[in-house]
């Protein structure tokens, strides 16, 4: 059984965070007009997060369909291991971009956003993405269609996008 932690049809909460590698700002109003998928994930539930991303790209492929960020929770890395988690997160984006098919733009489909102070997950209402990742979904409208945190999220994910992608 899951958490919902987001209420559907709120708002979604302002925010504005620049993605690493393609220096992309996502917020509510850059994403206007598109579905968009939150996966919230720490160091300890990234393999987890990969596989609700999987999941909705098997079902959805085109980044226009839907439109995927992954929220990284940085917020217990120490100061001094900042410069370290930095280029982990570009490494990170330049593995993921080099896997990218002919035509695909990675500023499209590689969006990570790092959290270094958890205000993302204070935003949203998300706790405890070391033990499960957690996403919220936002509409076209800019509303919020829902959220889930726990078992199988990949199931929940397409779930839930399946009543909102045209």
Known sequence: ???????????????KVKAVGSGREISPEAL?????VLVFVNQDTQRDGR????AIREQYPSAS????ATAVDLSAVPIILKGMAENALKESYQRSASRLT?????????????????ELLKAF????????????????????????QG???AAAATALLAGLVA
Do not use: C, S
Request: hydrophobic residues 45%; neutral net charge.
């Open 65 to 68: 369909q839907v439109t995927i």
């Open 32 to 36: 206007a007009g598109q579905v968009a």
């Open 151 to 153: 078992a199988d999220g």
């Open 125 to 148: 209402g998300i706790k405890a993405v070391n033990k499960q990742p957690a996403f919220v979904v936002i509409d076209r409208q800019g509303l919020i269609g829902g959220g889930y």
């Open 1 to 15: 059984m899951g958490t919902e932690f987001v209420r559907a049809g709120q708002p979604a909460p302002k925010f």
């Open 51 to 54: 596989g609700i991303i999987k």
């Open 102 to 118: 002919e035509g695909e733009e990675a500023a499209a489909h590689v969006i990570i956003l790092p959290d270094w102070k958890g």
